[in-house]
């Protein structure tokens, strides 16, 4: 089903805000880090991944999505989140380290929480699709209608928690949606040398499964194919395998000198930037160049807010880090 | 070869390229871990035809951490393979190669990854002499990278010595400094058992990790080794043993420094294998001194300094002078924000207040 002007106007807002953020890490994160790139330095150390260009692979699918839809995402979690729903604030403040982040610090960029929207992501590689069918099978116990999504990328299609986790999700029929973010590289390893497949949505067939393939990296592509399958998952029909053709217009991660890439391929992506190619489509679609410019505003004002509460939240302290080792209380 | 020489020196950025020719006695250049580790693999392929690398990111990019540089321009695809992510199938397949009489070495990008694939390395690597009766040995090298320290968060950033050093029939070797780095790989290829080769993140040597300069050491051009299981002093002294590997050697010669103002004689031993333990060293020392502090960046419980210390207490062969006493990482994930995981990690600083409490008198 095409997705109406109001949806549109949303996975608008939501790409835009996400670029917004990425927009807003960049500089943060490179503070401390000038003139002498040192990962360990600055108020954000560690690794950091960044979304640009994959922001509609989150807003195809979150579009469908509740708050109790369970959503299992990647190393590379920003987008996914916002498009979730996951509070702002507090993922910024995590990103930062502070004691009002979603983990109190502990867990850092890629080890997003928020079950208040049924969100995590992880740092290894297709682990979180074991947990997604395990969301999947708790609702179809439940008996009621949440799906579970798991994003990946399209090297984690070459690991066995892939080709286990989808056979698990076909035996049982349980409402979930692999979606992989193909963006064609596993760091610096092209899928074409490291994958025996042209498409990753054939391996769908070996599991008894619908693959889908989206190509395009379009918004409202990726809204279609993700409604036709969680409506499925929803219907209790089972899981789904999409396969996305996204890209990363970015590095690996922020330093990474990207000399794999062919000559120019950067300049070409970020040519036809999905955001932009959006605009242009809902404006030639009638909508006022004004109202997408007023989403852009509301999408820098709620993370300029974001990061202001993340820069003026305290710091943890190290008595702290002892804390939620193991849980407490009833469960 | 004496480390004690070559750590104790301010390494000049400058020279960590290659600059002398030949063998040298006393070699000139000074390189990093990341280039020693690519120097020695380099070597043992063109000495030796079954030697071939495997991992992720180890063909074009080098490594992430810097292992495999020029290897692939040097030895082609065939013999220098970027792997799909798929541990589980390249580490298996290394298990094969190695019964096949080849000599993999396969790269774990970060430690904290071996959830995906142990199998191969403890059911299949570590017991394929065993199972075989001594018929199959199993000759490849995983190296992988360990140690936190820069904000990478709990599943990048862990040690996870204890978690191998325990498995029979694996053996685990970690260098404080490129010298031995060299040597190691190179012990470790020709090895005929499955060696884990551990490299610490903050000795690698890579620019945007930021690294102890004293982990760049002057490094021979020839082929050497140093062989696997045999600890080495780093520092003599009377009063107290530290002992050490990787990273924590670098704070052990520190914490040296400072006490040596204090009149505090601290002997500073690096294992550099650990696993099998040199315990023979071990206890010579704290034979010597009466007084042992260990050193450990990994998880404390049932960790490898709670077994140095154990063999010592066992061994009945030392009547301690004070208690023992480890400095380690807390039992707790690895937190990501720095106010709370730096604190925790071992530093000279802390490892002088530990080394000093050896020296109040025990009520």
Same mark, same amino acid.
């Given at each position: 089903?095409?997705?109406?002007? #109001?949806?549109?106007?949303?996975?608008?807002?939501?790409?835009?805000?996400?670029?917004? +953020?990425?927009?807003?890490?960049?500089?943060?994160?490179?503070?401390?880090?000038?003139?002498? &790139?040192?990962?360990?330095?600055?108020?954000?150390?560690?690794?950091?991944?960044?979304?640009?260009?994959?922001?509609?692979?989150?807003?195809?699918?979150?579009?469908?999505?509740?708050?109790?839809?369970?959503?299992?995402?990647?190393?590379?979690?920003?987008?996914?989140?916002?498009?979730?729903?996951?509070?702002?604030?507090?993922?910024?403040?995590?990103?930062?380290?502070?004691?009002?982040?979603?983990?109190?610090?502990?867990?850092?960029?890629?080890?997003?929480?928020?079950?208040?929207?049924? &969100?995590?992501?992880? %740092?290894?590689?297709?682990?979180?699709?074991?947990?997604?069918?395990?969301?999947?099978?708790?609702?179809?116990?439940?008996?009621?209608?949440?799906?579970?999504?798991?994003?990946?990328?399209? %090297?984690?299609?070459?690991?066995?928690?892939?080709?286990?986790?989808?056979?698990?999700?076909?035996?049982?029929?349980?409402?979930?949606?692999?979606?992989?973010? /193909?963006?064609? +590289?596993?760091?610096?390893?092209?899928?074409?040398? @490291?994958?025996?497949?042209?498409?990753?949505?054939?391996?769908?067939? @070996?599991?008894?499964?619908?693959?889908? &393939?989206?190509?395009?990296? /379009?918004? /409202?592509?990726?809204? #279609?194919?993700?409604?036709?399958?969680?409506?499925?998952?929803?219907?209790?029909?089972?899981?789904?395998?999409?396969?996305? #053709?996204?890209?990363?217009?970015?590095?690996?991660?922020?330093?990474?000198?990207?000399?794999?890439?062919?000559?120019? #391929?950067?300049?070409?992506?970020?040519?036809?930037?999905?955001?932009?190619?959006?605009?242009?489509?809902?404006?030639?679609?009638?909508?006022?160049?004004?109202?997408? /410019?007023?989403?852009?505003?509301?999408?820098?004002?709620?993370?300029?807010?974001?990061?202001?509460?993340?820069?003026?939240?305290?710091?943890?302290?190290?008595?702290?880090?002892?804390?939620?080792?193991?849980?407490?209380?009833?469960? | 070869?004496?480390?004690?020489?070559?750590?104790?020196?301010?390494?000049?950025?400058?020279? !960590?390229?290659?600059?002398?020719?030949?063998?040298?006695?006393?070699?000139?250049?000074?390189?990093?871990?990341?280039?020693?580790?690519?120097?020695?693999? !380099?070597?043992?392929?063109?000495?030796?035809?079954?030697?071939?690398?495997?991992?992720?990111?180890?063909?074009?990019?080098?490594?992430?951490?810097?292992?495999?540089?020029?290897?692939?321009?040097?030895?082609?695809?065939?013999?220098?393979?970027?792997?799909?992510?798929? $541990?589980?199938?390249?580490?298996?397949?290394?298990?094969?190669?190695?019964?096949?009489?080849?000599?993999?070495?396969?790269?774990?990008?970060?430690?904290?990854?071996?959830?995906?694939?142990?199998?191969?390395?403890?059911?299949?690597?570590?017991?394929?002499?065993?199972?075989?009766?001594?018929?199959?040995?199993?000759?490849?090298?995983?190296?992988?990278?360990?140690?936190?320290?820069?904000?990478?968060?709990?599943?990048?950033?862990?040690?996870?010595?204890?978690?191998?050093?325990?498995?029979?029939?694996?053996?685990?070797?970690?260098?404080?400094?490129?010298?031995?780095?060299?040597?190691?790989?190179?012990?470790?290829?020709?090895?005929?058992?499955?060696?884990?080769?551990?490299?610490?993140?903050?000795?690698?040597?890579?620019?945007?990790?930021? !690294?102890?300069?004293?982990?760049?050491?002057?490094?021979?051009?020839?082929?050497?080794?140093?062989?696997?299981?045999?600890?080495? !002093?780093?520092?003599?002294?009377?009063?107290?043993?530290?002992?050490?590997?990787?990273?924590?050697?670098?704070?052990?010669?520190?914490?040296?420094?400072?006490?040596?103002?204090?009149?505090?004689?601290?002997? =500073?031993?690096?294992?550099?294998?650990?696993?099998?333990?040199?315990?023979?060293?071990?206890?010579?020392?704290?034979?010597?001194?009466?007084?042992? =502090?260990?050193?450990?960046?990994?998880?404390?419980?049932?960790?490898?300094?709670? $077994?140095?210390?154990?063999?010592?207490?066992?061994?009945?062969?030392?009547?301690?002078?004070?208690?023992?006493?480890?400095?380690?990482?807390?039992?707790?994930?690895?937190?990501?924000?720095?106010?709370?995981?730096?604190?925790?990690?071992?530093?000279?600083?802390?490892?002088?207040?530990? =080394?000093?409490?050896?020296?109040?008198?025990?009520?």
């Amino acid at each position: 089903m095409r997705p109406e002007r #109001e949806r549109r106007l949303w996975m608008y807002s939501m790409m835009v805000k996400s670029r917004a +953020y990425e927009q807003a890490i960049k500089p943060a994160y490179l503070e401390g880090k000038q003139p002498v &790139f040192n990962m360990a330095n600055g108020p954000i150390p560690g690794e950091m991944h960044l979304s640009d260009g994959q922001e509609p692979c989150a807003v195809g699918v979150c579009a469908h999505l509740g708050p109790r839809d369970t959503v299992t995402a990647t190393h590379r979690p920003h987008h996914i989140a916002i498009a979730k729903g996951v509070d702002l604030r507090a993922m910024t403040a995590e990103i930062f380290g502070r004691r009002s982040g979603l983990a109190g610090g502990r867990g850092g960029h890629m080890h997003l929480f928020d079950p208040r929207v049924s &969100f995590c992501c992880s %740092g290894i590689i297709a682990q979180g699709m074991g947990p997604a069918v395990g969301a999947a099978l708790a609702a179809k116990l439940a008996g009621d209608a949440r799906v579970a999504v798991s994003f990946i990328g399209e %090297g984690a299609a070459n690991q066995g928690a892939f080709h286990e986790a989808l056979n698990l999700a076909a035996v049982w029929s349980v409402p979930v949606v692999f979606v992989i973010e /193909d963006n064609a +590289y596993g760091i610096s390893v092209s899928k074409r040398e @490291s994958t025996a497949v042209e498409r990753n949505a054939v391996r769908a067939h @070996s599991y008894n499964m619908p693959g889908v &393939f989206v190509p395009g990296n /379009d918004p /409202d592509a990726i809204y #279609e194919a993700a409604g036709d399958a969680i409506a499925r998952a929803r219907r209790g029909e089972g899981p789904t395998l999409i396969e996305i #053709e996204t890209c990363r217009l970015e590095g690996h991660f922020m330093g990474d000198a990207e000399q794999y890439r062919p000559q120019g #391929e950067v300049q070409r992506l970020k040519a036809s930037d999905p955001i932009s190619r959006y605009r242009q489509q809902l404006i030639s679609d009638g909508i006022a160049a004004a109202e997408l /410019d007023a989403l852009e505003q509301s999408a820098a004002r709620d993370v300029s807010d974001a990061f202001a509460f993340a820069r003026s939240a305290e710091l943890p302290t190290v008595e702290e880090a002892f804390h939620h080792v193991f849980a407490t209380g009833a469960v | 070869m004496n480390v004690s020489a070559s750590t104790s020196r301010v390494a000049d950025a400058k020279h !960590t390229e290659s600059t002398a020719q030949g063998v040298d006695a006393v070699p000139r250049r000074r390189l990093t871990i990341a280039k020693a580790i690519s120097e020695a693999l !380099t070597q043992e392929m063109d000495r030796d035809p079954r030697v071939l690398v495997m991992g992720e990111d180890i063909g074009r990019l080098g490594g992430v951490f810097g292992t495999t540089q020029g290897l692939l321009a040097r030895f082609g695809p065939e013999r220098v393979r970027d792997t799909p992510i798929s $541990e589980t199938a390249f580490i298996g397949a290394a298990v094969g190669l190695a019964a096949a009489g080849m000599r993999p070495v396969v790269e774990l990008m970060f430690v904290d990854f071996f959830g995906v694939c142990m199998d191969a390395i403890y059911n299949l690597a570590a017991k394929q002499s065993y199972f075989s009766g001594g018929r199959v040995a199993c000759p490849m090298v995983l190296m992988t990278s360990v140690g936190g320290g820069y904000g990478d968060a709990g599943q990048h950033s862990q040690c996870l010595y204890a978690s191998f050093a325990h498995l029979p029939g694996l053996k685990v070797v970690i260098p404080s400094n490129s010298h031995d780095a060299k040597g190691l790989m190179i012990a470790a290829i020709r090895d005929p058992n499955p060696v884990v080769f551990m490299y610490h993140k903050a000795l690698q040597g890579m620019g945007w990790l930021g !690294t102890v300069q004293r982990s760049i050491v002057p490094v021979s051009d020839s082929d050497y080794v140093v062989p696997i299981g045999k600890a080495t !002093t780093v520092r003599e002294g009377r009063d107290v043993t530290v002992v050490s590997w990787g990273l924590g050697v670098h704070q052990a010669v520190e914490c040296a420094d400072i006490l040596m103002k204090e009149g505090i004689d601290v002997e =500073v031993l690096d294992l550099r294998t650990l696993a099998p333990l040199d315990r023979d060293a071990i206890l010579q020392s704290v034979q010597k001194t009466g007084r042992i =502090v260990v050193v450990d960046d990994d998880y404390r419980s049932c960790g490898l300094a709670a $077994e140095i210390i154990a063999s010592v207490c066992e061994s009945g062969r030392v009547a301690l002078r004070a208690p023992p006493c480890r400095v380690t990482f807390p039992d707790i994930p690895v937190p990501f924000a720095p106010q709370m995981e730096r604190p925790l990690l071992p530093s000279a600083v802390k490892l002088a207040e530990a =080394v000093r409490a050896q020296f109040v008198s025990q009520p």
